[in-house]
């Protein structure tokens, strides 16, 4: 089954405890990105890459960090978590930037 | 700047009948792509439909079909038939074809309650 899949799916955290949240897509697709949810705000771009090794910063990139090195994944990582990055986590994926975007299921984080 | 606006915050349908979601964009780029995407309450970010901005027809995709009316910069969702399972948010996102980031921008979302 095509699938965007991320883990884990809820998490509660303590502030500057580094964390990672996975996101593997299984359709070959060459574009991911990761987006933040937050009530009145809408979805916000976090970063983005291309391909494989080619990633850069969304609209939100401050305090967070990315890898690409392989074609499937696409972790996100917190390197120091604050409460303001309490939000609801997306990944998606495409097969290239101009076609629709698939994403996960999201990832609820909470940083206390 | 890129915008997109969805100004019904809330909206109820009766069962079976069709609904009209709102949207306008706004932007300076010829090539841009529109798309309709549905969150159930279960969290989850469903893709619908899309419209590219050069496509002559407007798109359809089973009971849901967008009605892009581009001068006027509008894209809306039109869903016929409403079933309970369509009470979600609605979001509607644009994606400029210019540069390489295609990232979407989203308006703020509509929520759509069906009634029985």
């Known amino acids: 089954e095509a699938q965007v899949t991320q883990n884990p799916r809820y998490l509660i955290t303590v502030t500057g405890k580094k964390l990672t949240v996975t996101c593997s897509q299984n359709?070959?697709?060459?574009?991911m990105s990761w987006y933040r949810q937050d009530p009145g705000l809408g979805l916000r771009q976090i970063y983005y890459?291309?391909?494989?090794?080619?990633?850069d910063k969304g609209d939100v990139p401050e305090g967070y960090k990315v890898s690409r090195k392989e074609k499937r994944n696409f972790p996100l990582i917190l390197e120091s978590p604050s409460p303001n990055q309490t939000s609801l986590y997306f990944c998606?994926?495409?097969?290239?930037?101009?076609?629709?975007?698939?994403f996960g299921p999201g990832t609820r984080l909470t940083v206390t | 700047a890129q915008k997109i606006t969805q100004t019904q915050p809330g909206m109820f349908v009766q069962e079976k009948e069709a609904v009209t979601l709102d949207c306008t964009y706004d932007?300076?780029?010829?090539?841009?792509?529109l798309f309709w995407y549905k969150q159930p309450s279960s969290g989850e970010m469903i893709f619908l439909i899309y419209?590219?901005?050069?496509d002559q027809q407007n798109a359809t995709e089973g009971r849901y079909s967008l009605n892009f009316q581009k001068a006027r910069k509008s894209a809306n969702l039109v869903i016929s038939a409403s079933q309970l399972g369509d009470s979600a948010m609605y979001f509607c996102?644009?994606?400029?074809?210019?540069?390489?980031?295609?990232?979407?921008?989203w308006g703020l979302g509509t929520s759509l309650a069906v009634n029985p």
């Open positions: 998606a994926s495409s097969f290239r930037p101009r076609y629709e975007q698939y």
């Open positions: 359709m070959n697709h060459e574009y």
């Open positions: 890459s291309m391909n494989v090794e080619v990633t």
């Open positions: 932007t300076s780029d010829p090539s841009y792509g």
């Open positions: 419209q590219g901005s050069y």
């Open positions: 996102a644009m994606r400029s074809n210019a540069g390489n980031n295609r990232k979407l921008i």
